[in-house]
C-alpha cells in the first residue's frame, strides 16, 4: 500500500514538474507584471498624495505673500508652484490669486501673464473661464479691445454665459458696435436670474443706449434659449 501511494505522489510530483516546466516562465512573469502594477499603483497614489501636500502648503505660501504685499515674494513662489505642481489644482487657484494682486498693484504685465498660463494650462474648464474674463477685462483696459474680444471666443462651461455675454457687450460698445453690443446685453439679461445685482447692472447698461427692458422674461437656462 505504501508503495502504490508512493508511486501515485511520484506520478503528481512528475505532473506538476512537466506543467511548470512548460508554464512555469510565463506563469512567472504573469505574477510579476500584476506585482509590479500593483506596487506601481500604490507609488502613484502616493506621490499623488505627496504632490498635493506640498502644493498645498505652496499656496499657502502665496496666500501669505499676497497678505503682506510683498510682490517679489508672490512672483517667486508663483513661479516655484509653476514649476513644481502645474498640473494641480493649487497651482491655478495661485496663478487666479496673483493676477489679482498683480492687477491691483498696477502690474498689469505680470497680471496677463498669470492669468495667460492658467487659462492655457489649467485642466478645469472653470479655471479657464474666470482666467480669460479677466484677463478680457485687462485687456479692455489696456485698450486692446481686439485682444479682449478674442479671449471670449470659443467654447465656455455652462453657468459663464451671460458673464461672457456681458463682458462681450462692454468691448463692442467701447468699439462702437451699439447694435451687437445690445443683442450681447440682452442675452446676459435674460439668463441672469431677475433677483442678481449683475443683472441690474446690466439693465443699466441697456438704458444708457435707449432699450427698455421691461417685460423681458429670463431665460431657463435647463431647458435652453
Known amino acids: 500500500m505504501a508503495n502504490q501511494l508512493d508511486l501515485e505522489e511520484q506520478e503528481q510530483l512528475d505532473q506538476i514538474k512537466h506543467f511548470w516546466k512548460q508554464y512555469g516562465n510565463a506563469i512567472t512573469w504573469a505574477l510579476i507584471a500584476i506585482l509590479a502594477a500593483f506596487a506601481s499603483w500604490n507609488f502613484y497614489n502616493f506621490w ?18 499676497i497678505q503682506s504685499g510683498d510682490t517679489t515674494k508672490i512672483d517667486r513662489v508663483f513661479s516655484d508652484m509653476k514649476e513644481r505642481f502645474a498640473a494641480t489644482t493649487y497651482a491655478q487657484q495661485s496663478g487666479l490669486l496673483a493676477a489679482r494682486h498683480f492687477a491691483r498693484a498696477g502690474k498689469p504685465d505680470a ?56 463682458r462681450t457687450g462692454d468691448i463692442l460698445a467701447l468699439q462702437g458696435n451699439t447694435p451687437q453690443a445690445i443683442n450681447h446685453y440682452l442675452k446676459a439679461y435674460k439668463v441672469f436670474e431677475p433677483s442678481t445685482e449683475y443683472r441690474r447692472l446690466v439693465e443699466v447698461k441697456l438704458n444708457a443706449l435707449g432699450v427698455d427692458v421691461q417685460g423681458i422674461a429670463p431665460v431657463d437656462t435647463a431647458q435652453g434659449k
Not at 48 to 65: G, H, I, K, M, Y
Open 48 to 65: 499623488q498624495r505627496s504632490q498635493a501636500n506640498q502644493a498645498a502648503a505652496l499656496f499657502d505660501e502665496v496666500e501669505r505673500s
Open 111 to 166: 497680471a496677463k501673464a498669470a492669468l495667460t498660463w492658467v487659462a492655457e494650462k489649467s485642466s478645469d474648464t472653470g479655471y479657464q473661464a474666470v482666467a480669460k474674463l479677466r484677463l478680457a477685462g485687462i485687456l479692455m483696459d489696456a485698450k486692446d479691445l481686439d485682444g479682449a474680444l478674442s479671449q471670449l471666443g470659443g467654447k465656455f462651461p455652462a453657468g459663464f454665459e451671460a458673464l461672457v455675454a456681458d
